[in-house]
């Protein structure tokens, strides 16, 4: 920027200006205006992606926060089941040693 500004000063922006015509400044418009509307387009098509994007994400956070949900509570089933076994093991050792 620094290359491009110091020829700008040494002459370069007044030849470009000299250049300028009607002719070739609504080219520069119209040109624009093309690009605009293509970056305003492909915006929009973004826009919807990032939404499709963030709709997914909500609803696999969602699914992995229910399975969390469903191996806590299996969790604590097999913790209780394993509490009965245990006391199920104390009573059979207690008849047997009768």
Same mark, same amino acid.
């Given at each position: 920027m620094i290359s491009e500004n110091a020829n700008w000063v040494d002459g370069a922006l007044s030849e470009r200006m000299k250049s300028s015509t009607a002719n070739s400044n609504n080219q520069n418009v119209a040109s624009n205006? =093309? *690009?605009l509307q293509k970056l305003k387009e492909v915006s929009h098509i973004e826009k919807?992606? @990032?939404s499709s994007v963030l709709t997914r994400i909500e609803s696999e956070t969602r699914a992995i926060l229910d399975a969390g949900d469903d191996i806590a *509570?299996? *969790?604590d089933r097999i913790q209780? =089941? &394993?509490? &009965?076994?245990? @006391?199920n093991h104390r009573r059979t050792a207690d008849?047997?040693?009768k």
């Open positions: 205006s =093309d *690009r919807e992606q @990032a *509570r299996r *969790r209780g =089941d &394993r509490e &009965r076994v245990t @006391a008849l047997i040693d």
